[in-house]
Nanobody, 115 residues
Framework: QVQLAESGGGLVQPGGSLRLSCAAS????????MAWHRQAPGKQRELVAT???????NYADFVEGRFTISRDNTKNTVYLQMNSLNPEDTAVYYC?????????WGQGTQVTVSS
């Protein structure tokens, strides 16, 4: 059974930084495309960033160079480094794992940007 466990969320002031982590299934991690999505209150879930098995990354336009997705296949973990956070980044952030046409989701971690 694939399980994803996000961590690293919390309350941060505007302009601050957070690093999210997602520990994923060991067996298929290195063969999976990993991604971070987010869902703000009253809004649809949206893609934030993806990273392929080969390390190629892709970001949503709103990231504007502030976030960096990375992966460590030796630790079965994907990260999202978020800098220059603003209140519009407040959301629940979800880890997503895609393998063989199937998607898996974590429970999410809350990120709140507020002074």
């Amino acid at each position: 059974q694939v399980q994803l466990a996000e961590s690293g969320g919390g309350l941060v002031q505007p302009g601050g930084s957070l690093r999210l982590s997602c520990a994923a299934s060991r067996i298929i991690f290195s063969s999976s495309t990993m991604a971070w999505h987010r869902q703000a209150p009253g809004k649809q879930r949206e893609l934030v960033a993806t990273i392929t098995t080969g390390g190629r990354t892709n970001y949503a336009d709103f990231v504007e160079g502030r976030f960096t997705i990375s992966r460590d296949n030796t630790k079965n973990t994907v990260y999202l480094q978020m800098n220059s956070l603003n209140p519009e980044d407040t959301a629940v952030y979800y880890c997503n794992q895609r393998f063989a046409g199937t998607e898996y989701w974590g429970q999410g971690t809350q990120v709140t940007v507020s002074s």
